[in-house]
T-cell receptor, first 118, second 109 residues
Framework: GAVVSQHPSRVICKSGTSVKIECRSL??????MFWYRQFPKKSLMLMAT?????????EQGVEKDKFLINHASLTLSTLTVTSAHPEDSSFYIC??????????????FGEGSRLTVL | RKEVEQDPGPFNVPEGATVAFNCTYS??????FFWYRQDCRKEPKLLMS???SGNEDGRFTAQLNRASQYISLLIRDSKLSDSATYLC??????????FGAGTRLFVKA
């Protein structure tokens, strides 16, 4: 089946540094990808919708300057957490739906990236 | 009111039991519905889509009630490996996907 690869799976960084997380669709093209954040024992919270070749659409309350999203190709979206702080520590997950699939199409998830900011 | 609501549980059931989860959604224009399974510290994976006519996949049965705006998941003959968090997922208009908070299931020997 379709695969979405997310990298790195785990990252530890110092406060104030920036961290980039990559999300790749390996065997399909994805015009749209989604970035989520998940706190322990909580549900996935949609942060933003990443659109190939255009600006991402951010959910209310998510700082676009803090969480930079770039969707430079049909198979790659990146999330950069800028000037990370301990409260940014979380599990970040991306998902993608194959181009041409409507809302009924299956979402494929990356393996997630666990960010710890010291 | 949350857009998608689930009982967080946990549900603690013995092996072989039948267990049912419900999920309610607030947007009557929602178009598609899914149940995803998420194991601890892993990404969610699609368990099954939920169709208006209901659908069954082995021990799992999903139902949709548009009039009352809820979906359900029934697990029969529970296995230890069914222990996980089950996420109710609703697609509203466009491509916006809303996740419920998840229902935790523990199946014990």
């Amino acid at each position: 089946g379709a695969v979405v690869s997310q990298h790195p799976s785990r990252v530890i960084c110092k406060s104030g540094t920036s961290v980039k997380i990559e999300c790749r669709s390996l065997d399909f093209q994805a015009t749209t990808m989604f970035w989520y954040r998940q706190f322990p024992k909580k549900s996935l919270m949609l942060m933003a919708t990443s659109n190939e070749g255009s600006k991402a659409t951010y959910e209310q309350g998510v700082e676009k300057d803090k969480f930079l999203i770039n969707h430079a190709s049909l198979t790659l979206s990146t999330l950069t957490v800028t000037s990370a702080h301990p409260e940014d520590s979380s599990f970040y997950i991306c998902s993608a739906r194959a181009t041409g699939q409507g809302p009924t199409g299956e979402l494929f998830f990356g393996e997630g990236s666990r960010l710890t900011v010291l | 009111r949350k857009e998608v609501e689930q009982d967080p549980g946990p549900f603690n059931v013995p092996e072989g039991a039948t267990v049912a989860f419900n999920c309610t959604y607030s947007n009557s224009a929602s178009q598609s519905f899914f149940w995803y399974r998420q194991d601890c510290r892993k990404e969610p994976k699609l368990l099954m889509s939920v169709y208006s006519s209901g659908n069954e996949d082995g021990r799992f049965t999903a139902q949709l009630n548009r009039a009352s705006q809820y979906i359900s998941l029934l697990i029969r003959d529970s296995k230890l490996s069914d222990s996980a968090t089950y996420l109710c997922v609703v697609n509203g208009g466009g491509f916006k996907t809303i996740f419920g908070a998840g229902t935790r299931l523990f199946v014990k020997a």
